[in-house]
């Protein structure tokens, strides 16, 4: 198990992103939440089996149709056990 939060910048809000990743986390069994920033970016806690995370995280490079992603800033946490996916 791991934990992974990511704040994506560019043109991330307005395009279903957080609904994307909602979506993505069911289908791969990640925990998490994610939510918009007042600055305009998406912020995202991902946790779960390596290899599914690393997907999602992949998935929040690119965006889905419709966003520009500039940048990804990636760190590692301690997991807290999180069930299901939120968006906050």
Do not use: K
């Not at 069911?26 to 806690?45: K, L, M, S």
């Not at 995280?57 to 889905?64: I, M, T």
Request: glycine share 12%.
């Amino acid at each position: 198990m791991v934990r992974r939060r990511l704040v994506i910048h560019g043109r991330v809000q307005g395009v279903f992103f957080r609904d994307t990743l909602r979506t993505l986390a069911g289908r791969y069994g990640v925990a998490g939440w994610a939510r918009n920033t007042p600055e305009g970016r998406v912020e995202t806690v991902l946790e779960g089996d390596e290899d599914a995370v690393a997907r999602l995280s992949a998935f929040a490079r690119e965006g889905p149709e419709g966003a520009r992603v500039e940048r990804v800033d990636e760190r590692d946490e301690e997991p807290q056990g999180l069930s299901g996916f939120s968006i906050r």
